[in-house]
């Protein structure tokens, strides 16, 4: 066997939620750069078209659409639009999300559980809450269902969700939504991952943990941040996106065939570890 040619994916129809930047933007460039046709969605029409701009300039077959993955029918047809454009639909990262902002992350350095005023949980508000659910849980939901209506026809399919270390990291009320909405997600995937396996649809997640992304804000910029967080981890740095594309590759690619309904944890320097 040429174990080169099962990590092919030229040709494939690729579409990426949240892609205009961080993980989203690292799993667009790595599958375009090994010949995917990719389509990058986000709901910042001024990000996402200057990052397709600059991939294509490159050479590389990147195209963009606007869609806020918590309006499903606007979700739909941007999906449906990539696959018609392709003539098909291979891979889709479910990968749009928010985090909680720089507190709950922050609260991970040293390792020491961090002190939450008293009350923090009767003040968290309902828009908080539906907020961090309907992008981070929904939007997995609406994406992998779209994608699937496509894929489960032609009997092959990679649907990869962006999860947390979040989701079994757990801390006190500062991050209650984010950490159900990513538990929550790796439940979905198990479950999506079950009803298409005999469609040859596999289903699998990438769990990072602190990775420098824009995400909430930007805060994992900052370097204090960074090196406090960097004391705790074998390797002593923090990840990157262009750290994940190896894997991202691997998971969307006929390499991976086998594993279906698996959490892959990359959390820095840690390294990978997989949760049944």
């Known amino acids: 066997m040429d174990v080169s040619s099962q990590f092919d994916v030229a040709g494939f129809g690729v579409i990426v939620t949240g892609g205009a930047s961080g993980l989203g933007l690292a799993y667009g460039e790595v599958l375009a750069a090994h010949g995917a046709r990719v389509t990058l969605i986000d709901v910042d029409a001024g990000a996402v078209a200057a990052q397709a701009s600059r991939l294509q300039g490159e050479g590389l077959d ?54 939450v005023e008293e009350g923090a949980l009767e003040r968290y508000t309902d828009e908080r809450w539906n907020r961090v659910i ?28 962006t999860t947390s270390l979040a989701a079994t990291k757990v801390e006190p009320a500062i991050g209650a939504a984010y950490m159900t909405a990513k538990a929550g997600a790796r439940h979905l995937m198990h479950t999506i991952a079950l009803e ?54 691997f998971l969307a690619s006929p390499a991976s065939g086998y594993i279906t309904g698996q959490e892959i944890v990359i959390d820095g320097g840690w390294g990978l570890g997989v949760a049944d």
Do not use: C
Not at 89 to 114: K, M
Not at 226 to 236: E, F, N, S, V, Y
């Open 196 to 249: 298409l396996a005999a469609y040859g649809i596999t289903a699998n997640a990438i769990a990072p943990g602190f990775f420098v992304t824009n995400i909430g804000g930007g805060h994992a910029h900052n370097p204090e941040l960074q090196a406090a967080l960097a004391k705790d981890i074998p390797m002593h740095r923090v990840g990157r996106p262009d750290d994940i594309k190896a894997l991202a590759l």
């Open 62 to 115: 990147v195209r963009s659409a606007v869609a806020d993955v918590t309006d499903h029918a606007a979700l739909d047809r941007a999906i449906d639009e990539a696959a018609e454009t392709y003539g098909r639909l291979d891979v889709a990262f479910a990968n749009a999300g928010i985090d909680p902002g720089a507190g709950f992350v922050g609260a991970w350095a040293g390792g020491e559980r961090p002190r």
């Open 134 to 161: 309907d992008i981070n849980l929904n939007g997995i939901f609406a994406t992998a269902r779209a994608a699937a209506r496509h894929m489960r026809s032609r009997g092959f399919g990679r649907i990869i969700v």
